[in-house]
C-alpha cells in the first residue's frame, strides 16, 4: 500500500488463556530449566491499546486513505459495548460452562477461540475486514494490520495475506 493510516483505540477488559502451558510449545527451550508458573491461566485484565492500520494505493477526493472517523465508528460499537470492560471468554474453556452459570449476568464477551493476544488481533482484523467489504470498500481500502498491546511492554499483531 503506498498510503496507511492508523487509528488507536482503547479498552478494559479481563480474560484467561486457559491453553496456557509454559512447559511445552515453540518457546519452552527459551526458558531453559526453571519454568514459572502459567500465570495468564488464571483470570486477570489489561488495559488494551488496539492499533489498527488501513491502506490503499490512491487517496479518495478528499486526499485522505478514509477520514479517521468512519474508522472509529466501523469498531466503535464492538469495542465499546462487546469488548470495554467484559471479560472475554472462549466457549470451549474448560471453565465456560461453571463461569457461565456463575457471572453470566455480567459483561461477558463470548468467542470461539483461547482469547490470546495473537487471536484478538485477528479477530478485529476479521471484523473491519468484513466491514470493508460489506460497505464495497474491500478493492480501495485494505486492513494493512491489527496490533493489540496488551501491556506497556507486550503486543501482538496481525496482518492477513
Known sequence: M????????????GHR?????LS???GAKLSGEKIPENKCINLHGHSYVLEVTVGSDSLNEQEM????????SALKSLIDDV??????????DPIFPEFQKLFGCYKLTVVDFCPTAEALAKYFYDYLTQKLKEANLEEDIKVVSVTLWETATGKATYRGE
Open 65 to 72: 486513505v478514509v477520514d479517521f472517523y468512519h474508522i472509529k
Open 24 to 26: 511445552r510449545g515453540k
Open 17 to 21: 488463556v486457559w491453553k496456557q502451558d
Open 2 to 13: 503506498k498510503y496507511e493510516i492508523t487509528k488507536i483505540f482503547r479498552f478494559e477488559a
Open 83 to 92: 469488548f470495554d470492560h467484559s471479560f472475554i471468554i472462549d466457549r470451549n
